[in-house]
């Protein structure tokens, strides 16, 4: 691997400041929009503790998820690839394989100790898509993402054994609710963090919180499932409302126990800590997206590539290198983090990956590489494309349709499409798209299904 001047000399300023290797914790949302968290904007529902990790860290205004649905987009986290060349490019029973290479598999080589807590998504058990096969020492909570539509589910998996728990349930609805998974899971990761706070450790902690279970929202209207709707039951709100609300609450105060297990530990100056969500706020549970204003200033919500579907709240913490309360406006996406971890970590970062490092962003040293370009894909109703190149934002919303251009500059909520203006824009980027995409038998261009 080829190192630059540059980043050798930002690697041994982190290593001189803290000390090698630092803990990671990276901690992925589940449908939080980019709206959804006070410190980006949010005056109703109450994140205390996101906010402070915000004041005492770096907030990002320009971040992205891998994808507009969960399961690509983790996968392009875990393996530093865009939904143009991963393995996992839409939700369904597409799964890793012995093939692809984690973030996981790199830091455990490395003499981390790596644990997974909460959603998967990327492999069910006797696959080799599951977490043990995928670098992970430990995991606890759901392999399956439609299994983790439900809250009060009948069992858990550790690594492929399932682990009961004392709820009874339906079709996807419980009907007998003692055990919140959650709470569950978050209890996991504690316990881990006190096993493990004398090694390197590698927590990549993935709630399911606010995520709607859709199956009870097809039964009752509100599938924003939660122990109770405090501290917003006396609030002038519909219900589904008030319980999203009280999920995302409950999601702040599980992160909030985490920073609070590592200082406990003597271990906040060792750990850097990465915020941030799996794509754009859904309305799946009864909610809408305009109550919360959950999507801030942006335009559309999950399953969209417009701005509300990808750009999600990001936040990095790491004392004694990133500067309290700074915010960055740096261009990144999940397929950065892979590289980032790979130079906090101060461990080659294995060749052919489409992530760039933002390490010198988070210590102010170095010289910050940017993309050409972002690209995604998303299958569900046929293909639909979107590509970021500096400020122009193009979508293309079937395989042969034209690209529609938006200036985020001067147009955050993409309302003007400019296509028509700037040929030369739209020529740069279909050259982009020439290139930006690998064939897979499994993720085809798709044109929509006729009505």
């Known amino acids: 691997m080829r190192w630059s001047l540059s980043l050798l ?81 839409g939700n369904g029973p597409y799964f890793l394989t012995a093939d692809d290479v984690t973030i996981a598999t790199v830091l455990k080589k490395a003499g981390y100790v790596t644990a997974c807590f909460g959603k998967w998504g990327l492999g069910d058990p006797g696959t080799a898509g599951v977490p043990a096969k995928q670098g992970f020492d430990h995991f606890f909570g759901y392999l399956n993402h439609q299994h983790a539509h439900n809250y009060y589910p009948d069992h858990l998996w550790r690594q492929e054994e399932k682990v009961p728990l004392q709820n009874k349930q339906q079709g996807g609805v419980a009907t007998q609710r003692v055990e919140y998974a959650p ?118 919500f999950k399953r969209s590539l417009t701005e509300g579907g990808i750009r999600v709240p990001a936040i990095v913490r790491w004392p004694g290198v990133v500067k309290p309360g700074s915010t960055s406006d740096h261009v990144w996406a999940f397929w950065d983090v892979f590289p980032t971890l790979c130079d906090i970590a101060q461990v080659p970062t294995p060749q052919g990956l489409d992530g760039i490092s933002f390490l010198p962003t988070l210590t102010g040293h170095g010289e910050q590489r ?61 050259n982009y798209l020439k290139t930006a995409r690998s064939e897979s038998k499994d993720w085809p261009l798709r044109e929509p299904k006729k009505k």
């Not at 039964?219 to 709100?237: I, S």
């Not at 919303?397 to 400019?418: C, Q, V």
């Open 9 to 89: 000399t930002t690697v041994v300023v982190a290593a001189c400041a803290l000390g090698a290797p630092p803990n990671i914790l990276v901690i992925v949302a589940d449908d939080l929009g980019y709206g959804d968290v006070g410190c980006y904007g949010q005056k109703k529902i109450r994140t205390p503790h996101l906010d402070q990790l915000a004041h005492e860290g770096m907030r990002f205004t320009q971040a992205y998820a891998g994808s507009t649905v969960c399961a690509p987009s983790r996968c392009a986290l875990l393996t530093g690839l865009h939904t143009g060349h991963c393995r996992v490019r």
């Open 183 to 300: 709470d569950r899971i978050t209890a996991a990761a504690l316990a881990f963090l006190d096993n493990n706070h004398t090694k390197p450790f590698f927590l990549y902690y993935t709630p399911t919180l606010p995520h709607a279970n859709n199956e009870k929202t097809r039964a009752d209207g509100n599938g924003n499932e939660v122990p109770n709707d405090e501290p917003y039951t006396h609030e002038d709100w519909p219900q589904p409302e008030k319980n999203k609300a009280a999920m995302i609450t409950r999601l702040d105060a599980d992160v909030g126990k985490l920073l609070a297990k590592l200082q406990e530990r003597g271990l906040e100056k060792k750990t850097v800590v990465l915020f941030t969500s799996d794509n754009g706020p859904h309305k799946e549970g009864g909610n809408t997206i305009e109550f919360f204003a959950s999507n801030g200033p942006l335009r559309g």
């Open 370 to 430: 940017q993309h050409q370009f972002l690209y995604w894909e998303f299958h569900e109703g046929g293909t639909k494309q979107a590509v970021r190149h500096g400020n122009w934002k193009a979508i293309r919303l079937a395989p042969h349709a034209p690209l529609e251009l938006y200036d985020l500059a001067t147009d955050l909520g993409e309302k003007n499409n400019i296509a028509h203006r700037h040929p030369d824009v739209i020529a740069t980027i279909e």
